[in-house]
Nanobody, 120 residues
Framework: QVHLVESGGGLVQAGGSLRLSCSAS????????MAWYRQTPRKERVMVAS???????DYADSLKGRFTISRDNAENTLYLQMNNLKPEDTTVYYC??????????????WGQGTQVTVSS
């Protein structure tokens, strides 16, 4: 079926950069939208960035332009470029995808997550 695998997480110093990747087992052209979420200290998942099939992007206001979402359809891979990382960015990041369809966007597919740790 659909399988998403995140990679690229790790330990970095504050101010550094990291690029997360999400590899899909199916053509990502089949998705209405894809997004990166991250876990809050209260274990909630909040959206970091999203990208639609028409290439429209959306970002969490708190990121202040530090993160960039992109995709490579030929490689079936979603990316999240993270620059000027801060300790507050430390958490688990998840890749998710929504199938094509009508109505609200439903992120039905989720990866296992990848840990990002930013040290002071």
């Amino acid at each position: 079926q659909v399988h998403l695998v995140e990679s690229g997480g790790g330990l970095v110093q504050a101010g550094g950069s990291l690029r997360l990747s999400c590899s899909a087992s199916v053509s990502i052209s089949a998705f209405r939208a894809m997004a990166w979420y991250r876990q809050t200290p209260r274990k909630e998942r909040v959206m970091v960035a999203s990208i639609t099939s028409s290439d429209s992007t959306d970002y969490a206001d708190s990121l202040k332009g530090r993160f960039t979402i992109s995709r490579d359809n030929a490689e079936n891979t979603l990316y999240l470029q993270m620059n000027n990382l801060k300790p507050e960015d430390t958490t688990v990041y998840y890749c998710t995808a929504a199938p094509l369809g009508l109505g609200e966007v439903l992120y039905d597919y989720w990866g296992q997550g990848t840990q990002v740790t930013v040290s002071s």
